[in-house]
């Protein structure tokens, strides 16, 4: 009679038989106990790293674990020596241990496991309770690992079949979800603000346990020749509930950006509906003589341009500086102040750089104006809006 490789697969490790004496003189068959399981060593799929998160698949070496039904992660078990053929003898899983487990509680169960051979097993980590360091728990960062651990009573008549040792340990790290609850924050696209963030997955954070938990950021600001366009970002101790991100540079655009938080390699739920990049202007500075022939015909040997933001008389020229300035036009500048009559003559050298010659028909009333521009939509992304800034303003009256 042949018998299938299948049912071979899922016999597994039969138990030796032995004879056993019961009331009547009878010999019976009964199993002998089997090794139970032993883990050798457990870590990342395809890697050798053993930070996981959920979803994560880790790879589990060792022996003794043919014979247990693949993916009955849920299955009614009880690790506790039973006599056998009782039926909850027969018991196979893939459990995490918390913090203070025993054998019957403190553990969360893998979300599926495929058992390859007598040697491996594939297992995907579940969702583990945020480190509190007790009982579910994850143990905070640097204070301890979650171990995992085998069951496998198929075969081992009243021996328990459990295995748990160093060599099963994995470093679990929640995902952390940025959760900005305002939205239309504007950011300086010339980088350095710094946004408080509030955070979600992960313990109550201090200046002690921050460095050991391994947060790091990035943004993401669209995607441009099916790259995305993502800036690495600062991450810092705020409080017990929320980090301090410094802004990097970006690209002015009608884009939401998104701000993504990493949990030692985890990458946590982005926050993507509260954050831009407006077009912004930094600062004015008067030039030394006037601009109108440069910019008719711009050289790379730029103007000198380092007065004060001060103007007078019939024209005026000046350097702009900012960002987001990328296909604009001298029409999309404004240099009218509230009343004004002005018309300029612009250059504009790059995304941050642009020279103006202005002439002034008449200067606003109270002598001052906040220069302005009309961003433009670029490579199919929408134009950014333009945000005022303390730099942008410009004065028609000479200094004293």
Not at 135 to 164: D, E, F, R
Not at 287 to 307: E, K, N, R, V, Y
């Amino acid at each position: 009679m042949s018998t299938k490789p299948g049912a071979l697969k899922r016999r597994g490790v039969q138990a030796l038989t032995v004879a056993a004496v019961v009331a009547g003189g009878l010999a019976v068959a009964s199993p002998a106990y089997a090794a139970p399981p032993a883990i050798t060593g457990v870590v990342v799929a395809g890697t050798t790293s053993k930070v996981v998160g959920p979803g994560t698949t880790i790879l589990i070496t060792g022996t003794g674990f043919a014979g247990m039904t693949d993916n009955a992660a849920a299955a009614p078990c009880s690790i506790a020596p039973v006599a056998w053929p009782d039926a909850s003898s027969g018991c196979s899983q893939v459990r995490f241990l918390g913090k203070d487990a025993t054998a019957t509680t403190g553990y969360t169960l893998a979300t599926r496991y495929t058992v390859v051979s007598d040697t491996q097993i594939y297992a995907v980590v579940p969702t583990i309770p945020v480190g509190d360091g007790a009982s579910l728990g994850n143990p905070l960062a640097g204070t301890g690992s979650v171990k995992v651990q085998v069951v496998n009573t198929m075969a081992t008549g009243i021996a328990s079949g459990v295995s748990v040792s160093t060599a099963s340990e994995v470093f679990y790290r929640g995902p952390i979800t940025a959760a900005i609850s305002a939205t239309g924050i504007n950011m300086n696209p010339v980088g350095g603000g710094v946004l408080t963030v509030p955070v979600t997955g992960v313990a109550a954070l201090t200046s002690t346990t921050f460095p050991l938990e391994k947060i790091t950021g990035y943004f993401v600001n669209g995607v441009t020749a099916n790259s995305p366009q993502v800036a690495p970002a600062t991450v810092s101790f705020k409080d017990a509930t929320n980090v301090n991100v410094t802004v990097p540079p970006g690209s002015p655009s009608g884009n939401l950006i998104s701000l993504v938080l990493v949990h030692d390699g985890i990458v946590g739920t982005a926050d993507s509906d509260s954050l831009k990049y407006p077009a912004v202007i930094t600062g004015v500075q008067s030039c030394s003589a006037s601009l109108s022939t440069w910019i008719a015909t711009p050289t790379t040997t730029f103007p000198t341009c380092t007065g004060t933001a001060n103007v007078s008389g019939a024209t005026g020229d000046v350097k702009v500086t900012g960002k987001g300035f990328t296909g604009t036009a001298s029409a999309d500048w404004n240099f009218d102040g509230a009343d004004g009559t002005v018309v300029p003559t612009c250059a504009i050298i790059s995304d941050t750089t642009a020279y103006c010659h202005l002439a002034i028909t008449t200067p606003p009333t109270n002598g001052v104006a906040a220069v302005t521009f009309t961003p433009k939509a670029q490579n199919g992304v929408a134009a950014a809006t333009f945000v005022p800034t303390g730099g942008s303003v410009l004065i028609f009256t000479s200094l004293v």
